[in-house]
């Protein structure tokens, strides 16, 4: 009996096992399960992670290189004649004006500055005026009451102008002699060939508007109508003729102009860019503060310099100053060059902007230290520096390209680095032409006077657009060689052009003889 319940209890004690094993086995197949479920979570998203950190390395790529494309955009847009050394020609014609420019802030406020003399009208003499008008009260504002004039009140002065339509008529009659009978008549001029004309006023007139208001000719027909009341309405072709007789009578005064250029000692020249019938062509400057020549082509290239026949006819011993242009290194040439710092400046804080190299900033800093210093030495009647300020200049523009070079080759792979690199070998190169002024206090720091020279033509494209053919831009450039040349003599402009329309216009002598100091 015992015996039997021991093998029962061992046969039931087995089934308990056997149910545990399986019940264990059980759990075993599925945690087995669970955990190969796991592994192969684990490797999707260990795979998801390599894919997400490649994804990662590739946009960092792209990133890098969307930066350096957008640095050289940013280079490409911002990049102009008010920030680096590109000259004129290259700056694109409706370029927005860049914010901030190439000038340094200062804490100056807009406007004139504390004792600057202010520019106001005199109020007249009572001989000069030549109309009244009292300006009354007819009752009282409080009661409507009658009112009378007492002693007291005010005079206001007022500058105003009328025009004035003349519509003239010439007589020509004919006369006999009351002795030999023979018959004569005054000689009808030039200007009065046709029935019916305008006169050298409305000519000079429409000249003004063309080529010192430097509007379009439409603009210059619509201009002179509002003016006129609707009176005077030239037609557009009348206008083109207008201004090319103009050109004609004044192809004299160039050629004096050029003459007179060819014996100067100093010169200054640049071009920029104009459009003729939507294609870039260029237009240049050649003078001083006195005198301006102006020629067009219909292409920026050293042929059109030759035309123009004056840098081509200069010697040694004249200064020609310009912004850099390698072409006036050329064999044709044989004149001294200047370079402009003020060009070189803007190519210094276009560095320090675009590399944060600091040899730069320094250099520009020092240039202007010492254009600071030569203005201050001018003012006191001193003309030169002494020799050891001359040689500390030489010496620390040395030092400081030494860092320049050092810091350019340690940041070789960025991408301003060639634009960095060019500009330290051109100042190598053309040491003595950027510094002359330094050891000859007569040559200028810049071509600012060419700058200003172009102003003009530069507002011609942005408000007239272009010219239709390069006869009319020619006739420009002439027109305009004249009235700048006057107006720097301190001529009246529409007088000088209307002379032009009378057909005797100034010659060169007589402009230099009348010049107003």
Same mark, same amino acid.
């Given at each position: ?8 209890q061992?046969?039931?004690d087995y089934?308990?096992?056997t ?7 059980? &759990?075993l /197949?599925r ?11 684990l ?8 894919q ?6 590739e ?6 290189a ?21 000259p ?5 014609? /409706?370029?927005?004006?860049?914010v *901030? ?28 005026i030549? @109309? ?5 009260v007819?009752?009282c ?11 007291g ?5 007022? #500058?105003?102008y ?14 006999q ?6 018959k004569t008549?005054?000689l ?8 019916n004309?305008?006169?050298?006023r ?10 010192e208001g430097?509007?379009?000719i439409?603009?210059?027909?619509e201009?002179?109508?509002? #003016?006129? #009341? ?11 003729k ?6 004609? /009578? ?21 071009d ?7 294609k870039r062509?260029?237009f ?7 005198? @301006?020549?102006?020629?067009a ?6 042929e ?15 200064t020609?100053?310009?912004?850099h ?7 044709e040439?044989s004149?001294t ?11 210094l804080?276009?560095?320090v902007?675009n %590399?944060?190299?600091? =040899?730069?900033?320094?250099?520009a800093?020092?240039i ?17 520096f002494?020799?050891?300020? %001359?040689a500390?200049f030489?010496?620390r523009?040395?030092?400081? =390209?030494?860092r ?7 940041? &070789?792979?960025?991408?301003y680095?060639?634009?960095?690199r060019?500009?330290?070998n ?8 950027y510094?002359?002024w ?5 040559? *200028? #720091?810049?071509?600012?006077?060419s700058?200003?020279s172009?102003r003009?033509?530069k ?7 272009q ?6 831009a ?9 009235? &700048?040349?006057?107006k ?10 209307q002379?032009?329309?009378e ?8 402009v ?5 100091d």
């Amino acid at each position: 009996m015992a015996g039997g319940n021991y093998s029962q209890q061992l046969y039931n004690d087995y089934e308990n096992l056997t149910t545990k094993y399986d019940e264990i086995v059980v &759990e075993l /197949r599925r945690q087995n399960k669970q955990h190969k479920a796991d592994l192969k979570e684990l490797k999707k998203i260990t795979n998801q992670n390599e894919q997400l950190q490649n994804d990662k390395i590739e946009l960092i790529s792209q990133l890098e290189a969307a930066k350096k494309e957008i640095a050289r955009l940013n280079q490409l847009n911002g990049i102009d004649s008010n920030n680096s050394g590109t000259p004129t020609s290259q700056t694109p014609i /409706r370029k927005e004006k860049r914010v *901030p420019n190439s000038r340094t802030q200062t804490d100056k406020k807009i406007g004139g500055q504390i004792g600057h003399k202010r520019h106001t009208l005199k109020k007249f003499n009572d001989d000069e005026i030549n @109309a009244r008008e009292e300006h009354q009260v007819l009752a009282c504002p409080n009661c409507q009451g009658t009112v009378k004039k007492i002693a007291g009140g005010k005079t206001k002065d007022e #500058f105003d102008y009328e025009v004035v339509l003349v519509k003239k008529r010439h007589t020509y009659p004919v006369y006999q002699c009351t002795h030999c009978h023979k018959k004569t008549q005054v000689l009808i001029p030039n200007n009065l060939k046709e029935e019916n004309q305008y006169g050298s006023r409305v000519q000079a007139m429409a000249l003004t508007f063309m080529n010192e208001g430097n509007v379009s000719i439409n603009k210059t027909r619509e201009m002179i109508e509002g #003016f006129t #009341f609707g009176e005077i309405v030239p037609s557009e072709g009348y206008l083109a003729k207008l201004q090319g007789r103009a050109a004609k /009578r004044l192809a004299p005064f160039s050629e004096e102009l050029r003459k007179q250029l060819l014996q100067h000692t100093l010169i200054h020249w640049d071009d920029t860019v104009i459009q003729i019938n939507q294609k870039r062509a260029c237009f240049r400057f050649y003078g001083d503060e006195k005198f @301006a020549l102006y020629k067009a082509h219909p292409q920026k290239n050293k042929e059109g310099v030759v035309e123009d026949k004056l840098l081509t006819l200069l010697n040694d011993r004249t200064t020609v100053v310009h912004d850099h242009l390698t072409m006036n290194y050329g064999s044709e040439f044989s004149y001294t060059n200047v370079e402009c710092n003020a060009h070189l400046l803007r190519d210094l804080r276009s560095c320090v902007e675009n %590399t944060q190299h600091t =040899w730069a900033d320094d250099l520009a800093h020092h240039i202007s230290d010492t254009y600071k210093k030569r203005k201050q030495l001018l003012s006191e009647s001193t003309h030169e520096f002494s020799f050891i300020e %001359t040689a500390e200049f030489f010496i620390r523009f040395d030092d400081l =390209w030494l860092r320049g070079d050092g810091e350019n080759k340690q940041d &070789e792979s960025i991408y301003y680095a060639k634009k960095e690199r060019a500009l330290l070998n051109r100042l190598q190169k053309y040491r003595v032409e950027y510094f002359l002024w330094v050891v000859d206090f007569d040559l *200028p #720091f810049s071509n600012n006077v060419s700058e200003r020279s172009l102003r003009g033509t530069k507002s011609k494209m942005k408000i007239a657009g272009q010219f239709q053919h390069i006869t009319s831009a020619r006739n420009y450039a002439t027109i305009r060689t004249y009235t &700048e040349t006057c107006k720097r003599h301190g001529m009246n402009i529409v007088d000088a052009l209307q002379r032009v329309t009378e057909g005797n216009p100034y010659t060169l002598a007589e402009v230099m003889n009348n010049q107003i100091d």
